[in-house]
């Protein structure tokens, strides 16, 4: 329910979960449930709801000496911080979370892909300093773990960041290459968390090319898309491609 939108049921849903695993003790569905809160929390930009709801979690997966639970959390406490604009911190947590997954197996497919996601993660953080070529690179490493995992929503976000950051370098082929294989991923996907960013970008892409209908629609698809997905940097990203779009167009007019 909550990747269709429907915010309200799935979290209902997800709560009367948490009080069934509660009562019986279950710790496995504790931390799983409190998990899928902390995701809905990450699609609105609730980083109070977050923040309370990794703690909990950690709480418990540090009890049940469960350093895979563990890492995932300091993983997405990283992001939060992000999230928040606290990038020196979430640098710290990011580490201590990667370190945590090469210690485990790093040759396991679902360790690699948690340390892919901090490399993604450390690529937002550069992105967020304007020091592009650093965060290409992880954004670069990121995939370099995840090719085997064709068709996730995480290599969807992978090539996205990516092509965030070939964009700000104006290597526009690059950018055009990984932005059109997070679409692509996401038609195969029933959720569309990130999809709106990676069509906005598509948009100014097409437009930097005098393309204006195509980058009409990729507009158009992402605003549906942000729509469906109620999230605030969505949004406020598409402000942004419009805005950008409308003065590349008065430009060309001059």
């Not at 998990?35 to 540090?62: F, G, N, P």
């Not at 979370?97 to 993604?120: G, W």
């Not at 995840?146 to 929503?153: L, N, V, Y």
């Not at 932005?179 to 709106?196: E, F, H, Q, T, V």
Request: hydrophobic content about 40%.
């Amino acid at each position: 329910l909550i990747r269709e939108g429907d915010y309200e049921a799935g979290t209902i849903l997800i709560e009367k979960m948490l009080a069934i695993a509660l009562r019986l003790g279950n710790a496995d569905y504790v931390i799983q449930g409190h998990k899928e809160l902390i995701y809905h929390a990450i699609r609105i930009h609730d980083l109070t709801r977050m923040s309370q709801c990794i703690e909990t979690a950690l709480t418990e997966a540090r009890k049940q000496q469960n350093p895979k639970e563990v890492g995932v959390l300091l993983r997405l406490k990283g992001l939060m911080k992000i999230l928040g604009g606290f990038l020196p911190e979430a640098e710290e947590f990011l580490d201590q979370a990667t370190q945590i997954f090469q210690s485990i197996d790093n040759e396991d497919l679902r360790y690699a892909l948690n340390i892919a996601a901090c490399y993604c993660y450390q690529g937002d953080i550069f992105r967020n300093r304007r020091q592009y070529d650093k965060a290409l690179d992880f954004y670069r490493q990121s995939i370099a773990l995840s090719e085997s995992a064709w068709g996730t929503q995480s290599l969807a976000i992978f090539h996205s960041g990516a092509g965030q950051a070939a964009f700000q370098l104006q290597k526009w082929e690059e950018a055009w290459s990984h932005l059109d294989k997070a679409i692509c991923i996401y038609d195969l996907l029933d959720s569309g968390w990130g999809r709106a960013v990676a069509e906005g970008y598509m948009a100014l892409l097409c437009c930097k090319k005098s393309d204006y209908p195509k980058g009409k629609q990729y507009l158009l698809d992402a605003e549906q898309h942000a729509n469906k997905s109620r999230n605030p940097y969505e949004m406020g990203l598409l402000y942004r491609v419009k805005a950008e779009i409308r003065s590349g167009m008065v430009k060309n007019k001059a």
